[in-house]
């Protein structure tokens, strides 16, 4: 069950992404203003975004790679998938319970060379609608 008030992390978060807006906004002067995609519509499912690797990639094989991003829908996340194939890398469903999930997901590259690995991200909102396929490549030299 959700509470009314925000978690003292996500107060946090709001302050720094409130403090660039006003610093942003102050830079452009007269020059063309920032703009920001929202969040998706009520009714939709929820938007997931790779962030780190931004496009698919080649890495040695090693320690191994963070795949990052967030996930986020009005209706609140009600959990999230990572699909991996290739490679040995495995997760479980994540529950979510706010509007906004963050994600960091090691894949494992060692002993990995040749492989391409391909991760799948996705998630449900709090009303069941599913939010499209996030895809990344990771190929293993």
Partial sequence: MKSGRPSPIRQ???GVLWGALILAGAACGQRERLTFTGPPAF??????VITRPGADTTVPAGPGVVVSGTSRDPDGIDTFYADIQGGVTTFPPFPGNDSLFIFGLPITTSGQSGQT????VFATDGLGNRGDTVTRRITVQ
Wanted: hydrophobic letters at 25%; charged letters at 15%.
């Fill in 12 to 14: 946090g978060l709001q």
């Fill in 43 to 48: 009714g939709t499912g929820p938007r997931t």
């Fill in 117 to 120: 690995i391909t991760v799948r």
